[in-house]
Every structure is written in structure tokens, then in C-alpha cells.
């Protein structure tokens, strides 16, 4: 905890990406927001890990193995527990037609990788609730 933290329970954060590159960049941006992170390395290691755990936002990633974006975020949404969990998809996919699968599926937001750390933050901020 940093000084000036102490009084708010800050933000908690799971974000799922298979690149170890990108969940460094991840935990470094939002760490400096002074987000709390947790990193899943793909979707069924995301779900693993929310068995026992709880979050305020999840970020994931689309391509993956094991279990991909799309089915974590179908998978999250039949559950009651993460029915209404806010969820922004991190891809470097832009495509309208992955968009639509993503909004169908549950997803809350998308952003495209690379992507603007003010701006993840600001995302962020804005769908925790």
C-alpha cells in the first residue's frame, strides 16, 4: 500500500493475457494508477482462480489457449456471481464482426492494444462500480 491509500480499498483488477510481455505492461500501468492486480495467464486459469477469489474488473485478452476472451466472457456471465462484472476485452483485434461477438458474449468495453495507459485507467475507473 502507498501513502494516501491507506483509507481506500483500492480498485482490484484480473487481467487475463497468454503474453507474459503484455501481463508485465499490464500490472505496471495499472499498478501506477494505483490499481490492485492480480494476472491470469488465460481464460480457464482466470476462471480457476475466480473460483475462490473476487474482483471489481476484469481485462482479457481474445486469443488465447485453453479457453479464449469470448468463451471466459460467456462462461462469467452465466454465472449469478459475474453476471454484472464489468469486463473490457484488451486486443489487438479491431474487427466490427470481433466487436459484436465480444458485446454479444457480455463484454462491457474494448480496447485496442497497444494500448494508452491514461486511457485503461480512465476506462477503468469509469465501469468499477
Do not use: C, Y
Not at 31 to 42: I, K, P, T
Not at 44 to 56: F, I, M, R, S
Not at 86 to 97: C, G, M
Amino acid at each position: 500500500m502507498t501513502k494516501g491509500h491507506e483509507m481506500t480499498q483500492s480498485t482490484r483488477i484480473l487481467t487475463v493475457d497468454d503474453s507474459a510481455s503484455m501481463r508485465a505492461l499490464l500490472l505496471n500501468a495499472l499498478q501506477q494508477e494505483g490499481f490492485n492486480v492480480e494476472q491470469a495467464v488465460d481464460g480457464q486459469d482466470a476462471l480457476d482462480w475466480l473460483a475462490t477469489n473476487e474482483v471489481d474488473v476484469i481485462i482479457t485478452d481474445i486469443n488465447m489457449p485453453r479457453l479464449d476472451g469470448f468463451g471466459l466472457i460467456e462462461r462469467l456471465r452465466e454465472s449469478a456471481r459475474h453476471a454484472d462484472r464489468p469486463i473490457l476485452v484488451l486486443s489487438t483485434e479491431s474487427s466490427d464482426e470481433k466487436k459484436r461477438r465480444a458485446r454479444d458474449a457480455g463484454a462491457t468495453g474494448w480496447i485496442v492494444k497497444p494500448f494508452n495507459a491514461d486511457k485503461l485507467a480512465a476506462a477503468v475507473r469509469r465501469i468499477a462500480h
